[in-house]
């Protein structure tokens, strides 16, 4: 038997004859490019999110790069200026930082949910501090409520790192509603993916979004004309219509995929692991179900011959990759601890019960 980790063709197979229809209308419109459909998913995700201003990218990374692009431009960034963000993340949101010369002083996760510590956030506040990007890692929201208190406090833009946390919320209110603006990937394996690489822009500052949108165009408001020293970062018509289609679907996978976690946290009963800490199980979406324990490779090992696919998220974090000798020396023990330790299992909205009763039974029986 195999449990596979995340199964994206049946994922899609439950829409095909929609999708097809979305397709086919977008092959016979013969407009490709920032047309009908882009804009009719942006007013859609935009309602969503309950946010006023929605802007298709080309994938998450860009939406992180050009947010912070943006606020340059604006004069609210400056090179230098030194933006906080957790240890443990993924390493494309450091990516944007660097990659707009700014600086990532990386904090310690709370080590219980793995988010962004208001705590130790507020510990490494300097002057050069301009900004707090938090990331709501594995589908559960981060404490926005005490960040945007610490944000207000320090006169700091927030922003939010929304890439696993699509209809994520926090007392009602979804991620991509709480920062100055907020960054989502729709690669196909998250929450809402696309068939293949795509993301957006969500804030509620209509200044900004001018400033975005003009720059992921090349610069430019209108044609020929530049505004900016942009890109080419744009939502293509087919994948925007085909987040159109799964969007309204959207709730009805993550209620199954809290089926399945609610499942696993009351099932799933080996001493040695530790499960995730839920704050808000209404809130949390769940795009990974994440476990810990020492000895993580001999579980993987055992999965994995079971028939079990697991993945790591993730293996090592950015203050040790190669492209960033420059924090090598930096220690943060929890992140660190957290990425020897932690292990993915199976979870998505096509899981089979027997699927699940297979994993738990299996989890049980290590030793």
Not at 108 to 125: A, F, G, Q, R, S
Not at 285 to 310: A, C, M, P
């Amino acid at each position: 038997m195999t449990v596979p980790f995340l199964d994206l063709k049946e994922i899609n197979a439950q829409y095909r004859e929609e999708l097809v229809t979305a397709i086919t209308n977008v092959l016979d419109s013969g407009w490709y490019i920032q047309s009908s459909e882009v804009e009719r998913f942006e007013n859609s995700f935009s309602n969503y999110c309950n946010v006023d201003h929605c802007i298709g990218v080309g994938n998450g990374l860009d939406a992180l790069t050009l947010i912070l692009r943006a606020y340059k431009s604006l004069g609210r960034l400056n090179d230098g200026d030194e933006i906080i963000v957790p240890a443990n993340t993924y390493i494309a949101t450091v990516l944007s930082i660097t990659e707009n010369n700014l600086v990532p002083i990386f904090v310690e996760p709370d080590e219980e949910t793995y988010n962004l510590c208001p705590e130790n956030t507020k510990e490494v506040i300097t002057s050069k501090t301009k900004a707090i990007m938090a990331v709501h890692l594995y589908g559960q929201i981060c404490d926005m409520k005490a960040l945007e208190m610490i944000s207000k406090e320090y006169n700091l833009l927030l922003f939010e790192d929304c890439a696993q946390a699509h209809g994520a919320s926090l007392g009602g209110k979804k991620v991509g509603n709480w920062g100055d603006a907020s960054a989502f990937s729709f690669f196909p394996g998250k929450v809402l993916g696309a068939l293949g690489d795509a993301g957006a822009v969500t804030t509620n500052n209509e200044e900004l979004a001018k400033v975005i949108r003009a720059m992921a165009n090349y610069g430019s408001e209108k044609k020929y004309i530049n505004i900016y020293q942009g890109i080419n970062s744009r939502l293509d018509e087919i994948q925007a219509c085909i987040l159109g289609v799964k969007l309204k679907y959207l709730d009805n996978e993550i209620n199954k995929r809290r089926s399945v976690a609610k499942r696993y946290l009351e099932g799933i009963s080996n001493p040695l692991l530790t499960l995730p800490k839920i704050m808000d199980y209404e809130g949390h979406v769940f795009h990974l179900f994440v476990v810990r324990l020492q000895e993580r490779e001999r579980l993987n090992n055992y999965l994995n011959k079971s028939g079990i696919q697991t993945l790591i998220h993730y293996p090592i974090a950015p203050h040790l990759q190669e492209a960033y000798p420059q924090f090598h020396k930096l220690k943060f023990p929890i992140t660190e601890n957290i990425q020897d330790e932690i292990l993915s299992i199976p979870i998505s909205p096509v899981l089979s019960e027997k699927d699940i009763e297979f994993t738990i039974e299996k989890i049980n029986d290590f030793s």
